[in-house]
């Protein structure tokens, strides 16, 4: 079955998980904003401590079973979530050295290194996710977006979107706007600064 012309699963469920990371990530910072000096709004509290439990958790986890790959992933997972780079990438990295190969396990590391504004470290790895699987959906977006937002490099970003959308039509950002209408976004504020 040619399954070109769609979404894998897997590549739609993480487009919604990070969407809605993204927004509560930016509902608790709205709200933090928001929020009178000195006053800790309820929803926002529960949340991190749950995050906080959560990490605790798996952290013990992780010094039970040292060698359970899985839950170091887990592990850097919720850093990621909680933008806790520095210790996802130290998660991620214990990961793929006990189960090498994942590509989506690299593709996330790859995003923390960008996080921790180690774009250089970042493009490298999603170059070699591509390398592996070069239609991998999010390990070539995220790689545009290091290239526009990372190296301000708007040509090899939108070459690399141009690629992505050849093999994904319908791809979207987390955002859920379509690659496609990035590409023109970008190419028509190319043309105005002309």
Known sequence: MDT?????????????????????????IYSVYRTPAGEVHP???NQSQEAAATIASLEKATRDNPTNGQTWVEL?????DTGQAKQAIAAY???LELEPGN?????????????????????DLFDQVLKLDPKHEQARFNKGVVLLVGFNDRKRAVA????????????AA????????????????EQTKK
């Open 93 to 95: 990295l214990k990961a």
């Open 160 to 171: 690399e979107w141009r690629t992505l959308v050849g093999y994904h039509p319908m791809a």
């Open 174 to 189: 987390p955002s859920g706007k379509m690659v496609g209408d990035l590409i023109d976004q970008l190419e028509k504020e």
């Open 103 to 123: 590509l989506n396990v690299m593709t996330d590391l790859g995003v923390m290194y960008h996080q921790d504004n180690q774009h250089q470290q970042a493009i």
């Open 43 to 45: 929803q926002a509290a």
């Open 76 to 80: 850097g997972h919720a850093y990621f």
């Open 4 to 28: 070109t012309g769609y979404v894998k699963k897997q590549t739609l469920y993480l487009a919604v998980v990070a969407a809605l990371i993204l927004g509560f990530l930016g509902g608790v």
